[in-house]
């Protein structure tokens, strides 16, 4: 077996890896505050976003199901990778040399499974690509010259041509050092009395990748007259290709889907690739299977569920086409964007389109776009015969089911009158048809038996983010956070100048968090102002060390934190080495903030890291107009603040119980008070 990859490899690894950037691949990401970005999760529904990455830390953790850690642990987990995987395949990306303890690699034979399955499927696309160019893929060519798509195009969406041959694939992969069952579990083969044999034979190819450009699998055409095969063949079920996980040019089209907020489904590889050719550069298809849930979710978190934006679906005009317009009318309420359908009205399919009126055709096509509910109320009014009376009220019925699922007031209105101009009814046999549609349960469709969006019953899954651990649960009525621990505005007072600019009132201070403090092993309760102090002073010890005086805030005792998981996580902070070894203040340089971040997560408990990890990347609640450092300074001023007052009141009581006889040891308690006001008048400069 190789040894295992050095510590100080994958440290630097890390280090030159940047977060953002490779959830970026999987994850529409938008600026939410200092230092921090925000998306949809990947890991569960959502439609509002409260997955956040901080890329100075390196670190995300999603507030709505509580999953967090660095870039290691977000490719483990949406890729279904091993930690070695994962390391290995990152490395591969920026061209970094691994070492291992032994001095060698991992040894070919043992290196993971799913890697190998990667190689295979590069070699198989080459060897494809090759056959394409060369004098047997002249069929090839000419069917792609004749739907419009010269070698140049081809070459451009990496497309090739399978050998009519039984082994020519399965030869040329075990040249390369891979095995049968290798073979045979990346779909690229089949198990026949005499052994294996290719898959894919006498067919044009298409590569199916995944989002980061990998190749996982293949779609073919049958070309030949004799092959008995259906016509368009993929890849079966694999451990790398899942069909109702994947989308057809998402590869090419995700930045152009991101940066436009519009996403264009076709139904096939030739239509993807004559939208992309026409200038429509976010078409993508499903591959071999109607567009479903998985799908879905996949489309939500490129958008990231901008109200803006656009989902728009093409379909031939036959009897077929509608029924798929129908069927991905069942997901239209799981898309916050708008959705539209875009048919062409002689039956042209986008490639067909293109190759007979242009490319500016397909450009009109689908910017004459039609909402989906118009669509499919039409297509519903279509059925019936209205000039009956009989139809009529069945065409009126039929379309009050559809209405009845529209959430936009200004639009339903609109429809109304639709309706009722269609069919030839009044517009209050519309609205009443609809008002009795609602009253019927619906028919729960297969993307409604799932985990429900956020906004809906039963509530999604809150993170363990309500509160610090250790903490008792709110008591019923108190103000909640919304779900998945995002911050609610508040009314918020003027608070007194404490730290950062001397002279005024600093509003950096006031916080926009909503909680309730624990009162369970306290014989007072905390203030809520205490608590947003002592949590917004955590979080800036851990996110900007360096604005912090590291000797002063490791110098506080327990007892400044009174809330006990905050108090756990101070200890932990002090376990790492304090805000000294963080590069504080008063130490040269600046903080090596994931350095800091790894070292303060490794000093906590298993059940603390959850809450560390969300204070790290939790943006700070900066007003307008204030910078993070001046929020920093002045909130951990409050914290001292605080724990000055503490001591003050100490004194006090001591002094009060003092024996009035014993002048000396009053004086020497008055001294002290003195000397502390003292101090809490230097502690904005000193901050």
């Not at 009318?329 to 067909?352: K, M, N, R, W, Y």
């Not at 947003?532 to 900007?544: D, F, N, P, Y």
């Not at 790492?576 to 994931?594: E, Q, V």
């Not at 298993?606 to 107009?625: F, H, N, R, S």
Request: charged letters at 25%.
């Amino acid at each position: 077996m190789a040894g295992l990859i050095r510590r100080e490899d994958i440290d630097e690894l890390r280090n030159r890896t940047r977060i953002d950037e490779v959830v970026g691949e999987f994850v529409t990401l938008k600026t939410a505050g200092i230092g921090s970005l925000k998306g949809l999760c990947p890991f569960h529904d959502e439609k509002t976003p409260s997955f956040t990455v901080r890329p100075q830390v390196g670190m995300y953790h999603c507030f709505g199901c509580g999953e967090s850690g660095d870039v290691f642990a977000f490719l483990q987990k949406v890729e279904q990778l091993s930690f070695v995987e994962t390391v290995e395949s990152l490395a591969g990306r920026i061209g970094m040399h691994l070492r291992y303890e032994d001095g060698k690699g991992p040894d070919r034979e043992q290196a993971s499974r799913r890697q190998r399955l990667l190689e295979m499927h590069e070699v198989a696309q080459r060897f494809f690509t090759q056959s394409l160019e060369g004098e047997q893929g002249q069929i090839g060519r000419e069917f792609l010259e004749g739907r419009g798509f010269p070698l140049s195009s081809s070459k451009e969406f990496g497309l090739g041509f399978a050998l009519k041959s039984w082994d020519s694939l399965t030869k040329q992969l075990k040249r390369a050092g891979f095995s049968e069952e290798e073979i045979l579990a990346g779909g690229l083969a089949s198990e026949g009395g005499r052994g294996i044999y290719d898959r894919f034979r006498g067919r044009v190819v298409w590569p199916i990748k995944d989002m980061t450009s990998r190749t996982i699998g293949f779609g073919a055409r049958r070309l030949f007259d004799d092959d008995q095969g259906p016509k368009y063949l993929n890849t079966p079920e694999t451990a790398l290709y899942h069909k109702n996980q994947v989308l057809y040019g998402l590869d090419l089209a995700k930045k152009d889907i991101a940066k436009t907020k519009r996403v264009v489904i076709v139904e096939g590889y030739t239509d993807v690739m004559a939208a992309h050719l026409a200038g429509v550069t976010q078409a993508v298809a499903t591959c071999g299977t109607a567009f479903g849930p998985e799908h879905v979710k996949i489309v939500r978190r490129l958008l990231g569920d901008d109200p803006t934006g656009q989902v728009i679906f093409t379909f031939d005009g036959d009897a077929a086409g509608q029924k798929a317009a129908l069927r991905a009318f069942e997901f239209e309420s799981e898309f916050t964007a708008q959705t539209f359908v875009a048919v062409e009205p002689g039956g042209l399919d986008p490639c067909d389109l293109r190759m007979q009126k242009g490319d500016g055709a397909l450009r009109e096509l689908i910017d004459g776009r039609k909402p989906l509910f118009e669509f499919v109320i039409t297509t519903a009014i279509s059925r019936y015969d209205l000039d009956s009376v009989e139809g009529r009220i069945a065409a009126v019925k039929a379309s009050a089911e559809v209405l009845a699922d529209i959430r936009d007031r200004n639009s339903l209105s609109h429809y109304y009158r639709f309706v009722a101009g269609r069919i030839g009814v009044d517009i209050d046999e519309v609205e009443s048809a609809v008002r009795d549609a609602r009253k019927r349960p619906k028919k729960t469709q297969p993307s409604q038996a799932r985990q429900p969006l956020a906004g809906g019953p039963p509530a999604p899954p809150q993170a363990p983010s309500q509160s610090p651990p250790g903490s008792a649960q709110p008591s019923p009525g108190a103000p909640q956070n919304p779900a998945g621990g995002q911050p609610a505005q508040m009314n918020r007072p003027q608070a007194p100048g404490v730290g950062g600019v001397p002279g005024r009132d600093d509003t950096a201070i006031e916080y926009v968090y909503d909680e309730r403090p624990d009162v369970s092993n306290l014989s007072a309760p905390i203030s809520p102002a205490r608590l947003k102090t002592e949590k917004g002073a955590l979080m800036v010890a851990l996110q900007h060390p360096e604005f912090v005086n590291a000797k002063l805030f490791d110098s506080l005792s327990a007892r400044a934190f009174e809330h006990p998981g905050y108090r756990r996580i101070q200890a932990a902070i002090k376990a790492a080495g304090g805000l000294k070894s963080a590069g504080g203040s008063t130490s040269p340089g600046t903080a090596d903030a994931a350095r800091w971040a790894d070292a303060v997560l490794a000093a906590s408990d298993e059940d603390l890291k959850p809450y560390v990890t969300q204070l790290l990347v939790t943006p700070l609640p900066v007003a307008d107009g204030v910078s993070a450092e001046g929020f920093a300074r002045g909130i951990v001023a409050r914290l001292f603040d605080y724990d000055l007052e503490r001591i003050a009141k100490e004194l006090h009581s001591r002094l009060q119980r003092q024996d009035t006889t014993d002048t000396a040891a009053q004086t020497t308690l008055l001294g002290q008070l003195q000397v502390l006001e003292q101090h809490r008048a230097r502690l904005k400069t000193l901050m």
